[in-house]
């Protein structure tokens, strides 16, 4: 069986969310979504659950972070190209995200970083597969 990740995430509107994310192109499984949750399918094993804050206070006795305002964490997410990295990008403005900070490019590796509605931030990436050595 693979490993499969999921990414929780606490989010202030969860219709807001997911009509966010479904203009990146995301899709959400039915199966595990109500009105308190969404399972976002990132890939095939990879997944980001959107959890309202009640739901998400289920899970932890800590305080959920404003992630306007401070950093709990950062998601890179990669793309198959360069080009990809500034589609999936610009989608995420265009859809109400906004820019983190200008993106990096060191030839063999692109990266732009959004945030989402709820302030968390996304770096989409793409690392030329010939620059990695195994």
């Known amino acids: 069986m693979a490993t499969n990740i999921f990414i929780n995430l606490p989010v202030a509107d969860l ?3 997911k009509a966010f994310f479904g203009k990146l192109g995301f899709s ?9 949750a969404a399972a ?3 890939e095939e094993n990879i997944f980001s659950m959107l959890l309202t804050h009640e739901k998400f206070k289920q899970f932890t006795p800590k305080v959920i972070a404003d992630a306007k305002i401070s950093s709990e964490v950062l998601i890179a997410i ?4 360069r080009e990809a990295v500034g589609e999936l990008f610009d989608k995420a403005i265009a859809a109400g995200g906004t820019e983190v900070r200008p993106g990096d490019d060191y030839g063999f590796m692109v990266s732009k ?10 770096e989409v990436v793409w690392m030329d597969p010939n620059y990695v050595q195994g």
């Open 28 to 36: 959400f499984n039915p199966q595990f979504t109500d009105e308190t």
């Open 15 to 17: 219709e807001a969310s």
């Open 40 to 42: 976002m399918v990132i």
């Open 113 to 122: 970083a959004f945030a989402d509605l709820d302030g968390h931030i996304w």
């Open 78 to 81: 990669s793309r198959d190209g």
